[in-house]
């Protein structure tokens, strides 16, 4: 059974830093593409880092590059998004998945990140 579990988010001030954690079960992870998504309340979600299978190429949205890293782990069977500069607009539930529509799993429950003073 595929399994997608994200952690690691929490409330933190504008211009802190958080580094969200998925840690995926269920198939051969270090075959798959793998990105983070998010969505923020009464938005569609939406894609924000994409990382390829042995971790050599990396892609951003617009809006966070320059302050988001993506990695991974294949060891491990984890992914990681290291985040800076959080603005109170990166208020989102996050959530990783594999990058090809075509291998796509159901979704995990996401981790809460809220950006607020």
């Known amino acids: 059974q595929v399994q997608l579990v994200e952690s690691g988010g929490g409330l933190v001030q504008p211009g802190g830093s958080l580094r969200l954690s998925c840690v995926a079960s269920?198939?051969?992870?270090?075959?798959?593409?793998m990105s983070w998504f998010r969505q923020a309340p009464g938005k569609e979600r939406e894609l924000v880092a994409t990382?390829?299978?042995?971790?050599?190429?990396?892609n951003y949205a617009d809006s966070v590059k320059g302050r988001f890293t993506i990695s991974r782990d294949n060891a491990k069977n984890s992914l990681y998004l290291q985040m800076s500069s959080l603005k109170p607009e990166d208020t989102a539930v996050y959530y990783c998945?594999?990058?090809?529509?075509?291998?796509?799993?159901?979704w995990g429950q996401g981790t809460q990140v809220t950006v607020s003073s």
């Open positions: 990382i390829t299978f042995s971790g050599g190429n990396t």
């Open positions: 998945n594999a990058n090809n529509v075509g291998r796509r799993r159901p």
């Open positions: 269920g198939f051969t992870f270090s075959d798959y593409g």
